[in-house]
């Protein structure tokens, strides 16, 4: 249950169309954290974060994570205009949003991140997020789904992407491929990415991440083998 004052107005301007419109956002303050997923998801007592994370502009449709809203460069706008405002049937996501208006908002992202095309870690980002709401809500096929799509972007982002200017470093990400594989019943590619985690040097100077990634392998290792 949402309390109003989780929630406060944030006045945006888009980079796309130059209208201005105002986008929720939750009082870190007022956070309440009762748990926290192997996989990272947070779940809070208040309202969770993670939905207001992407804005969306009601005008023309752009959306993207809020960090990264107004990097939108020039040439891309055109894609932007051409591919999603042509076709955008206004509506609003600046109140407050249920689960199905953010998983919305996060595939639109998703959408514009792709014709954009974005970095493997931020579609895989995204794609995981999707998965958490969906995980959320209990609806478990599609959390299945969208964690699949998000581990094999991961996948593609250890191998051919740098990790910096994101909050990830290699020894994180491949935990969180590991830990992806088992919740979506790959147990090879689990072992093997927290194998992979376990080897690298700086996983040991994280203890943290050293510790979740040994016990996850034990609980992989427990696996069937049918998955
Ligand atoms: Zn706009």
């Known amino acids: 249950m949402t309390a109003v004052k989780d929630l406060y107005d944030k006045i945006v301007d888009c980079p796309v169309c130059d209208e201005q419109f105002t ?14 997923d192997e996989d990272f998801l947070n779940h809070y007592k208040t309202e969770n974060p993670i ?31 051409d591919k999603v405002s042509s076709k955008w049937n206004k509506r609003d996501f600046g109140g407050e949003r249920d689960l199905d208006k953010a998983i919305e908002a996060y595939k639109l992202a998703l959408l514009v991140g792709m014709l954009l095309e974005t970095t493997k870690f931020e579609l895989g980002n995204t794609c995981l997020n999707i998965g958490w709401l969906y995980r959320l809500k209990g609806e478990e096929d599609e959390e299945i789904r969208f964690l699949t799509l998000a581990r094999d972007r991961f996948i593609e982002a250890f191998n051919t992407e740098s990790l910096t200017g994101v909050n990830m470093d290699e020894s994180k990400l491949s935990y969180l491929i590991g830990e992806l594989s088992r919740r979506i019943n790959d147990k090879e590619k689990a072992l093997s990415w927290f194998n992979t985690c376990l080897n690298l040097p700086s996983t040991r100077m994280n203890p943290a991440i050293d510790d979740l990634a040994r016990e996850q392998w034990r609980i992989a290792k427990e696996m069937g083998n049918n998955g």
Do not use: M
Request: charged residues 35%; glycine residues 2%; aromatic residues 12%.
């Open 51 to 81: 939905k207001y994370h992407i804005f969306v502009c009601p005008n023309c449709g752009y959306a993207s994570w809020e960090n990264k809203f107004d990097s939108i460069r020039k040439n891309q706008v055109k894609t932007i205009k």
């Open 23 to 36: 986008t929720k956002k939750v009082r870190t303050s007022r956070l309440r954290l009762v748990k926290r």
